[in-house]
C-alpha cells in the first residue's frame, strides 16, 4: 500500500457552481494569457466533455482541433444528457464561439443532424458555431472503403484496426493524397464541386472493384456494391454547403485574432494520446494527432499558444477496438467497471473493453503532452471494490520496462506490475469536498499525482457539473 503526502492535492474548494463567477472562483481569477488544452491521456471515453462542459464559463472560444465524427462526447446537465460528435462542447453555453478547426474531417449530414437536434431541444446554433474552410470532407465512399478494408484486414491475417467504420481514416488518407481530396470550401462552389467529384468517384469505383473481389474471394453469393454517381454526390454535397455557408470561414485568423486580444481558448481534443497517429499504440491508433501536439496544426495556431494543458485521467482503463491493453482484465471486475461506468460507445454503442489504471501510460502521455494539471474522472466507478490496482511497470522478456514501448507486440505481450490499494466502501457521488472522500481515495488520487508527477486539479465523484470537486492550487493552473 502507498499512501505517501502528495504537494499538489489539498485545499480542495468543493463543487463547481454552474455559472461564470463559480467557474472564476475555481480558477482563482489568475487569467494568463494563451491557450489551454484539454486532452485524453488514455484511449479515449476519459470524460473530456464533461470537464470542457464544466470549463466552458471561463472561456470565449472552444475550439475542436482532431477527429472527426468517430469521436463522442457526453456532456450531462441536470437530468438531460448531449452527446455531441463533431460540435465542440462549448455549444452548450451561450457566451462560447465555437470552432470545427482544419485538422477535423467533417461529415456534412452529420453535422447538419447535430445542429438541427440541438435546436430542437432549444440549444442556439447559428453565429455561434464555426466551421473552417480548410477541412477536409468525408464522403460516403469513405464510409464504404473503412467498411471494405476491415473486411479485407479480418479475412487475411487478422489485422483489423476495429474503426467505427465512419470513414475517418480514408478521408485523411485523401487528404493525404492531395488529388482525391474534397475540403469545405470546395462545397461552396458546386462547379469546382463537381469537376473534382467527376475525376475522384472514377478512381475510387475503380478501387473498390479491387477491394470488392478481395473480400468475395470465391464466395459468388457476396454482390458488388453499386458505382457511386458523381452528379448525385454533387447535387448532396452542395446542398450541404448551402446550408452551413454561413458557417464556414477563416477559422485560424479568427483563433489568432481571438488570442492576440487576449481572449481565452480552449482546444479540445478527439479521442486521446494512446489513440494518436504518431505517438499512440501504432497501428491501432486514429488517423489524426489527438495529443495537445496536434492544436497547432489542427486548429492554425502558432507554436507557444499553448499556457496550460489539462491531461484527463481515467481512473481505471477502457478501450474500443483492437490493440494492446495490458491491463484488460476478463472476468467479473471487467463486468463490474463496464456496468458501473456504462462502458458503452457513445459513437458507435459498442462494449467497451475494460481493465485497471496504467500509469505507465499516462505518465507517458503526461510528458508527451506537456500536461499541467490532471483531471481525475470515474472515481464512484470505483466505490465498492475491495482492491484496486494500479500498473506501474512492465515485464517483458526476462526484465521490468518503466518506459512505455513503441512496439505494439511488445505492448500487447508485456505482464503488467501492479501496486494494489484497499478500496472504499460506499457512494462517493455526495461528496463536496476532498476531505470527504474516504481515506482509500485520498490516498489513490496522490499516489497518482505524485506518480505521474503533475498536480491533480480536479476529481469526479459523478457525472454533472456539480460533482466535481477541485483544489486550489491545481485549479488555478488549467
Not at 486532452?39 to 472560444?61: H, N, P, W
Not at 470505483?382 to 512505455?404: D, I
Request: proline share 5%; with cysteine.
Amino acid at each position: 500500500m502507498t499512501g505517501s503526502q502528495s504537494h499538489g492535492i489539498h485545499n480542495i474548494k468543493g463543487p463547481l457552481a454552474a455559472d461564470a463567477d463559480g467557474a472564476r472562483a475555481l480558477m482563482g481569477l489568475r487569467m494568463p494569457t494563451g491557450a489551454t488544452s484539454v486532452v485524453g491521456l488514455q484511449f479515449g471515453d476519459e470524460g473530456k466533455g464533461q470537464i470542457v462542459d464544466l470549463l466552458t464559463a471561463r472561456f470565449q472560444l472552444v475550439v475542436r482541433y482532431n477527429g472527426g465524427a468517430n469521436a463522442g462526447h457526453s456532456v450531462h446537465i441536470g437530468d438531460q444528457k448531449f452527446a455531441l460528435h463533431l460540435i465542440p462542447s462549448g455549444i452548450l453555453a451561450p457566451h462560447v464561439l465555437n470552432v470545427v478547426g482544419n485538422g477535423v474531417v467533417i461529415d456534412p449530414a452529420q453535422i447538419l443532424a447535430e445542429i438541427d437536434a440541438l435546436r430542437q431541444r432549444g440549444v442556439e446554433v447559428g453565429d455561434n458555431l464555426k466551421i473552417s474552410e480548410r477541412a477536409h470532407v468525408v464522403l460516403p465512399y469513405h464510409k464504404r472503403q473503412d467498411a471494405l478494408m476491415e473486411q479485407v484486414l479480418s479475412d487475411g491475417d487478422g489485422s483489423r484496426i476495429g474503426t467505427t467504420g465512419r470513414g475517418i481514416g480514408p478521408a485523411y488518407a485523401d487528404k493525404a493524397m492531395r488529388s482525391t481530396a474534397v475540403r469545405m470550401i470546395d462545397l461552396l462552389e458546386s462547379a469546382r464541386l463537381a469537376a473534382r467529384l467527376d475525376h475522384i468517384v472514377r478512381i475510387k469505383n475503380a478501387q473498390f472493384l479491387a477491394l470488392e473481389g478481395l473480400c468475395r474471394g470465391g464466395k459468388e453469393s457476396l454482390e458488388p456494391c453499386p458505382p457511386f454517381d458523381a452528379v448525385e454526390l454533387t447535387r448532396e454535397f452542395a446542398a450541404y454547403g448551402d446550408r452551413l455557408r454561413p458557417m464556414i470561414c477563416d477559422t485560424s485568423a479568427l483563433i489568432q485574432d481571438a488570442l492576440a486580444s487576449d481572449r481565452q481558448v480552449l482546444f479540445e481534443g478527439a479521442n486521446a494520446v494512446m489513440l494518436d497517429v504518431d505517438h499512440g499504440t501504432y497501428p491501432f491508433v486514429t488517423s489524426s494527432n489527438c495529443s495537445s501536439l496536434g492544436v497547432y496544426s489542427g486548429a492554425g495556431v502558432p507554436a507557444g499558444a499553448l499556457r496550460n494543458v489539462l491531461g484527463i485521467v481515467k481512473l481505471y482503463t477502457s478501450r474500443v477496438g483492437g490493440g494492446p491493453f495490458p491491463t484488460e482484465l476478463h472476468d467479473g471486475t471487467a463486468d463490474g467497471l463496464r456496468d458501473r461506468g456504462n462502458e458503452y460507445g457513445t459513437t458507435t454503442g459498442r462494449p467497451r473493453r475494460c481493465g485497471w489504471l496504467d500509469l505507465v501510460a499516462v505518465r507517458y502521455a503526461a510528458k508527451l503532452c506537456g500536461v499541467t494539471a490532471l483531471g481525475c474522472t470515474g472515481l464512484s466507478v470505483l466505490a465498492g471494490m475491495e482492491q484496486v490496482k494500479v500498473c506501474v511497470a512492465y515485464r517483458h522478456g526476462g526484465r521490468t520496462m518503466s518506459g512505455f514501448p513503441a512496439d505494439a507486440a511488445v505492448l500487447e505481450s508485456a505482464e503488467p506490475v501492479y501496486e494494489l490499494f484497499e478500496g472504499f466502501d460506499g457512494p462517493v457521488d455526495g461528496c463536496e469536498d476532498f476531505e470527504s472522500l474516504p481515506e482509500a481515495a485520498r490516498r489513490y488520487l496522490q499516489f497518482i499525482e505524485q506518480f505521474v508527477g503533475v498536480p491533480v486539479a480536479m476529481a469526479c465523484v459523478g457525472r454533472r457539473r456539480d460533482q466535481i470537486l477541485l483544489t486550489g492550487p491545481a485549479a488555478s493552473e488549467v
